[in-house]
């Protein structure tokens, strides 16, 4: 049974494979962008099935617009899918306070303003799935990554707890975790380097800045394969709330996850008996 899809940053990389894959499935697809030009090139021009439309995911106002054209071209939406975002990368002190904000703004807020916009419409069906792509960085904290894990930390925090309100309207969620894939992240016009400049930092932040750019193109995994996936996911009766994806990401979080048990019960000790001497009967 088709699905109406609607793809954030879809004119580029993950977003346009998956918007190129539901397409090829048969499912209607809203395809949303900054540029619609820009996206309705990347999907291979006009399409009965597609709809380009504009979009700033930063923009609560445009994501409203975008959720009206959705619904009065194809009378519902039945799969949102938050993926677009970009990538500030920098030591913490050399990211600006503004580079941080617009980090969160974009990565955290985008992907609540599209949803908030969404909801009603799932609502009202009484049917929906929320797919939002997180990242390894939304499980892992990683070095020169502090501003893009924090929003993606958010990101999880944001999507786990939205699933306990919005499931009584059958509406599923799941997050997204892929590890290093060959998308479009690394390149000049989604990643932005810090805006200061510290002398302590100076020698790493040189080092780390030419390592990542190396990494541009050379990413293990295919975002065509996990697009496949998604669609996978999209059409499950019981879609998984977390899905890791890439066996760099998988091991990765199998390993945090161990971690994690071994500092809770590191903490039993000191931190397992301090309730109120009243609350212990």
């Given amino acids: 049974m088709s699905k109406v899809f609607l793809i954030t940053g879809a004119g580029r990389g993950l977003g346009a494979d998956i918007a190129r894959q539901a397409l090829a499935a048969g499912h209607p697809v809203v395809a949303t962008g900054r540029r619609p030009e820009h996206v309705l090139h990347a999907l291979g021009g006009e399409q009965d099935n597609l709809l380009a439309t504009a979009l700033d995911i930063t923009d609560p106002a445009a994501a409203q617009r975008a959720v009206q054209a959705a619904t009065d071209r194809f009378g519902r939406i039945d799969v949102l ?4 975002a970009n990538f500030y990368a920098g030591y913490f ?5 503004a580079q941080m904000r617009a980090q969160i703004e974009t990565n955290l807020f985008g992907p609540m303003n599209t949803t908030r916009a ?13 797919i939002t792509i997180s990242s ?3 499980l892992i904290g990683l070095e020169f990554c502090v501003a893009y894990a924090a929003a993606k930390f958010g990101v999880e925090g944001f999507m786990e707890s939205l ?3 919005v499931e009584p309207f059958n509406i599923r969620t799941t997050i997204v975790e892929p590890g ?6 690394l390149v000049d016009s989604s990643t932005t380097w810090a805006d200061l400049s510290i002398d302590d930092y100076a020698e790493r932040t040189a080092a780390t800045k030419k390592q990542w750019q190396s990494m541009n193109g050379q990413q293990p995994g295919d975002p065509a394969k996990l697009a496949a996936a998604l669609l996978t996911i999209a059409g499950q009766d019981k879609p998984p709330a977390r899905f890791v994806a890439g066996a760099d990401a998988i ?8 971690d994690l048990l071994t500092q809770a019960h590191a903490s039993r000790a000191l931190g397992g008996d301090l309730a109120h001497d009243d609350a212990r009967a």
């Fill in 163 to 165: 699933a306990y309100d």
């Fill in 180 to 185: 290093f894939f060959r998308t479009d992240l």
């Fill in 81 to 84: 899918v938050n993926n677009a």
């Fill in 118 to 130: 969404v909801l009603p419409v799932m609502r009202a069906q009484r049917e929906g799935h929320i």
């Fill in 136 to 138: 390894l960085a939304g």
């Fill in 251 to 258: 091991d990765a979080v199998a390993a945090k996850a161990k």
């Fill in 93 to 97: 002190e050399e990211i600006s306070d």
